[in-house]
Antibody
Framework: EVQLVQSGAEVKKPGESLKISCMGS????????IGWVRQMPGKGLEWVGI????????LYSPSFQGQVTISADKSMNTASLQWSSLKASDTAIYYC???????????WGQGTLVTVSS | AIQLTQSPSSLSASVGDRVIVTCRTS??????LAWYQQKPGKPPKLLIS???ILESGVPSRFSGSGSGTDFTLTISSLQPEDFATYYC?????????FGQGTRLEI
């Protein structure tokens, strides 16, 4: 059974750094793309980026390029999303999901709520 | 960048109704279009990929069709568990785009 388990909710202050994670199991983590999707409070879904853990090939949404960093640790079957300096506008739920080459996200994590507030 | 416009943005319907949600793109695209269902407090669930391929375990009352610039998600006979928000999503080889969502209400 494919499972994506994300790290717990975070409360941070503006300017702080943060790294959230997503551990995959039940499938070949190294050969499958994995991505991140943002959902701001009461809003729709926004693509952040995707990474291929096997070679760390990464594709970012232009809206998030330079704002976040996506990485993957093959030894831990874990993908991560990190910020160096959070803003209040980063407050959202962040989902990780496996990416099918046919062009869709098939398995999803439970989501990580990130709250940025002074 | 490709923009996806869903219509309607919200829809009120009743159990047993046939419902159609449309996803229109700003430019013609491949059939790499997917549909998701999201219920409050839950992650999205993939219903349909490649415009018309029903994912395993998804009830057959859901169907997808379309090509070029216009795609549709049809629910043939609404069930109580279908009231949710639906999103379309497209991949053009280097960028992933979601529609703004369609909220389906009782």
């Amino acid at each position: 059974e494919v499972q994506l388990v994300q790290s717990g909710a975070e409360v941070k202050k503006p300017g702080e750094s943060l790294k959230i994670s997503c551990m995959g199991s039940g499938y070949s983590f190294i050969t499958s793309w994995i991505g991140w999707v943002r959902q701001m409070p009461g809003k729709g879904l926004e693509w952040v980026g995707i990474i291929h853990p096997g070679d760390s090939d990464t594709l970012y949404s232009p809206s998030f390029q330079g704002q976040v960093t996506i990485s993957a640790d093959k030894s831990m079957n874990t993908a991560s999303l990190q910020w160096s300096s959070l803003k209040a506008s980063d407050t959202a739920i962040y989902y990780c999901a496996t990416w099918k080459v046919s062009g869709s996200f098939d398995y999803w994590g439970q989501g990580t709520l990130v709250t940025v507030s002074s | 960048a490709i923009q996806l416009t869903q219509s309607p943005s919200s829809l009120s319907a009743s159990v047993g109704d046939r419902v159609i949600v449309t996803c229109r793109t700003s430019q013609g695209m491949s059939s790499a279009l997917a549909w998701y269902q999201q219920k409050p407090g839950k992650p999205p669930k993939l219903l349909i990929s490649d415009a018309s391929i029903l994912e395993s375990g998804v009830p057959s009352r859901f169907s997808g069709s379309g090509s070029g610039t216009d795609f549709t998600l049809t629910i043939s006979s609404l069930q109580p568990e279908d009231f949710a928000t639906y999103y379309c999503q497209h991949f053009n080889g280097f960028s992933i785009t979601f529609g703004q969502g369609t909220r389906l209400e009782i």
